[in-house]
């Protein structure tokens, strides 16, 4: 599934069942509260912390899904086209970094 997909699917849904797009400050606030709940389940799965009886039966997958659904949200709101924004970066980052981290002694 394309970037492009996931947006147009999003879009879809949110015709469909969501009655329409939460204003971008929202969706923003939306963001920031996914994104902490991956970071709840990474540190507590996989980092120091123990894990809550409560968070075991968190799935990340579902948690990381949330999160690409609410940045299609933004993007689809704001008129980007993931798709090009993502080529865009990828094209600007391995310009960037073509040999940085080949180089870096902490990541040999």
């Known amino acids: 599934m394309s970037l492009k997909d996931i947006q147009f699917q999003v879009d879809q849904w949110i015709q469909s069942y969501g009655v ?5 400050l929202t969706n923003m606030a939306q963001l920031t509260e996914e994104v902490g709940e991956v970071a709840r389940i990474i540190s507590r799965r996989y980092g120091e912390q123990s894990e ?4 075991k039966n ?18 689809n709101q704001t008129g980007i086209d993931l798709e090009k ?6 094209k600007t980052t391995t310009q960037r970094d073509n040999d940085r981290h080949h180089n870096n002694k902490k990541l040999q």
């Open 20 to 24: 329409r797009y939460f204003n971008e």
């Open 85 to 90: 924004a993502f080529q865009k970066k990828l």
């Open 52 to 55: 809550k009886e409560s968070d």
């Open 58 to 75: 968190k799935d990340l997958g579902e948690e990381l899904a949330d999160v690409i659904f609410v940045v299609a949200c933004l993007a």
